[in-house]
Nanobody, 121 residues
Framework: QVQLVESGGGLVQPGGSLRLSCAAS????????MGWYRQAPGKQRELVAV???????NYGDSVKGRFTISRDNAKNTVYLQMNSLKPEDTAVYYC???????????????WGQGTQVTVSS
């Protein structure tokens, strides 16, 4: 069984910072792409940032220059450093990973349970 466990959400004032973490656990062979998506009330889930195992990254337009994604391959953990937060960043943030389980040929898509980020004064 593979699990993604997120931490680090909360309430922050506009202009503040938060750091999210997501650790993959269980029996698996490889972790490929890891990333973060978010969903605000009444809106579709959208890409925040993704990072492949080699370190290449991709960001959603609304967070470029403010958020930084990184990963620790030894710990199978992905981080999202969020700076200069705005009220419109308020959403549930979901961790996502493409993970190949032991004995399987290709990766499957896994999601965390989500963590709430609220930016408000």
């Amino acid at each position: 069984q593979v699990q993604l466990v997120e931490s680090g959400g909360g309430l922050v004032q506009p202009g503040g910072s938060l750091r999210l973490s997501c650790a993959a656990s269980g029996n698996f062979a490889s972790v490929y792409v890891m990333g973060w998506y978010r969903q605000a009330p009444g809106k579709q889930r959208e890409l925040v940032a993704v990072i492949i195992s080699g370190g290449s990254t991709n960001y959603g337009d609304s967070v470029k220059g403010r958020f930084t994604i990184s990963r620790d391959n030894a710990k199978n953990t992905v981080y999202l450093q969020m700076n200069s937060l705005k009220p419109e960043d308020t959403a549930v943030y979901y961790c996502n990973a493409h993970i190949r389980r032991l004995g399987m040929v290709g990766p499957n898509d896994y999601w965390g349970q989500g963590t709430q980020v609220t930016v408000s004064s």
